[in-house]
């Protein structure tokens, strides 16, 4: 049980497994070969090999090569089991990550483009002001310099001006002055 403990690596792993079988081949040890096969399932394996399932069958007494291929068959079970729980791991992962990145750049772009539809409608309504207040032709003259204004806080102070400013050239000149 102490080599069994301490075996690292498949080969020490048979070797344990051996001389345990070697130690209780005779009849008189039948009980003890019950209570090994016992730890072997219970106590052994879920600490060595976490989450994997044990073997259906300890029998001590096969002989050594017939332990060593059950030995490598465990190997390749356990290669197997690696496999998966990792693909699966990673694909927790990968699914988690591009969710998150998807969900951020889902969240920027539209806030980006909540943002610019907000600044187009509040330009269309200063340009319905400016034509009320100063005329078409004014209105005309105004909207490709409104368009290049990109902060909220910019159009309200042309909102400001327009019923601020008596004269058509006093707003156009604040204007032409904000945007260059």
């Known amino acids: 049980m102490f080599r069994l403990e301490g075996s690292a690596g498949s080969e020490r792993l048979v070797r344990a497994l051996a001389l345990a ?53 465990w190997t390749q079970i356990w290669r197997e089991e690696g496999l998966k729980q990792g693909l699966k791991q990673g694909l927790r992962q990968g699914l988690r990550q591009g969710l998150e990145q998807g969900l951020r750049q889902g969240l920027e772009q539209g806030l980006e483009q909540g943002l610019e539809r907000g600044l187009a409608a509040e330009r269309r309504m200063l340009l319905r002001q400016v034509a009320h207040r100063f005329g078409g032709p004014t209105a005309e003259a105004a909207a490709p310099l409104l368009a290049r204004i990109g902060r909220a806080d910019l159009l309200e102070s042309v909102a400001e001006w327009v019923i601020d400013c008596d004269k058509t050239e006093d707003f156009l000149v604040r204007l032409r002055a904000l945007v260059p």
């Open 21 to 73: 079988a070697r130690a209780l081949k005779e009849p008189r040890y039948a009980g003890v070969r019950e209570a090994f096969r016992v730890w072997f399932r219970e106590v052994f394996w879920p600490r060595r090999f976490p989450g994997l399932a044990a073997p259906a069958v300890v029998d001590l007494a096969e002989d050594e090569a017939m332990a060593a291929a059950q030995v490598n068959e």
